[in-house]
């Protein structure tokens, strides 16, 4: 028999299944209909279907509900056919084939820290240090066994980028530290693929982070510019672009920059979303989220939010290593305390 491993959260689609595969592989999980298939979605939970004609309808669910489509194929229709209809992932599989349920990379519902959450760091080492020290990290880690999440945008603007990446994917490795992307990583990931091969190590470091991180039994989502409930526990390029680059409105202000929507004035979701991108003069919440992006890199503070204790720890940067384009704003609805547990 052969192992095939799907997403715990994913759209099965079965082209021309035996009889009894879905069944016996997807106990439970088969709908015949796109109304059961979007109510059984929308409560993160995965289906499986069979189809024959008319799979736009499903390439559309799928996309419409920020989650893997994944086409299983018994053979009669060509896996070209699928790939041009807009299906990225068509695997060929037999009537011997058992599929086993893994968590995407992004799914640690089961670490429940503690954590600290580090906000955009943008170069500034000698600060970063600081905070480190402050919150009582040393070279082998924490005592309280405490970790570690950085936000992203590790890169650019300050006087040390190489010294930060160095540290940063160090803790990685040695299990201190989480990390995610910023949209500076992403462009930086771009511009590595040219050089010389020497540089593809930090390369497939950046391009092997998740978009996001739900954490702590689902308590706490981590993204560099946020997430809203809709897409939390959820994989497509929709989210992905908006955990690198948050709500943007498709015009620019008067300093030419993105107007960015205010995402977390309408946020209702039970889950703490703790965020970057954005940079505040002072970390504020709004609706139980948290921007934590203080603009250390401008003069500001690097902050960290400490979770579960809610509790947030900053320095201040040693100097303005780079000017603003535009003034650091408290965010909508901001306010300085905590949401009740």
């Known amino acids: 028999m052969s192992r095939l491993e799907l997403p715990r959260l994913a759209l099965v689609l ?16 088969v709908v015949t209909d796109l109304e059961s298939a979007t109510s059984r979605l929308s409560r993160g939970e995965s289906c499986a279907v069979e189809i024959r004609d008319d799979r736009r309808a499903w390439l559309e669910l799928g996309r419409a509900q920020h989650v893997p489509i994944r086409v299983l194929r018994f053979g009669a229709v060509a896996p070209s056919r699928l790939l041009r209809e807009g299906f990225r992932h068509v695997l060929e599989v037999t009537l011997d084939t058992v599929v086993v349920r893994t968590p995407m990379p992004f799914d640690r519902r089961d670490d429940h820290g503690p954590f600290d959450v580090v906000g955009d760091i943008h170069g500034c080492l000698s600060e970063l240090r600081c905070l480190l020290h402050r919150l009582g990290y040393t070279e082998a880690g924490h005592p309280d066994s405490r970790k570690v ?3 992203g945008d590790l890169v650019d603007r300050g006087p040390d980028v190489h010294g930060v990446v160095t540290l940063v994917t160090a803790m990685v490795k040695r299990g201190h530290a989480l990390c995610l992307p910023g949209n500076h990583e992403s462009k930086l990931a771009r511009k590595l693929r040219r050089p010389p091969r020497a540089m593809d190590a930090l390369a497939d470091f950046i391009e092997g982070l998740p978009s996001h991180y739900v954490l702590d039994d689902g308590k706490l989502v981590v993204a560099h510019a946020g997430l809203p409930l809709t897409m939390h526990g959820r994989d497509s390029g929709a989210v992905r672009a908006f955990a690198l680059y948050g709500d943007t409105s498709g015009e620019t202000d008067e300093y030419g920059l993105p107007v960015r929507a205010d995402w977390a004035a309408r946020y209702e979701g039970a889950a703490t979303v703790a965020y970057g991108h954005t940079p505040v003069p002072e970390a504020v919440w709004t609706n139980n989220t948290i921007c934590i992006d203080t603009g250390c890199v401008y003069g500001g503070a690097l902050t960290a939010l400490r979770w579960p204790e809610r509790e947030l720890v900053s320095v201040k940067a040693e100097r303005v290593w780079a000017e603003p384009v535009r003034p650091l704003q408290v965010g909508v609805g901001a306010g300085l305390m905590p949401p009740k547990k």
């Open 149 to 151: 999440i950085f936000l």
């Open 14 to 29: 079965l082209v021309d299944a035996p009889f009894g595969y879905a069944a016996r592989e997807f106990h439970g999980e």
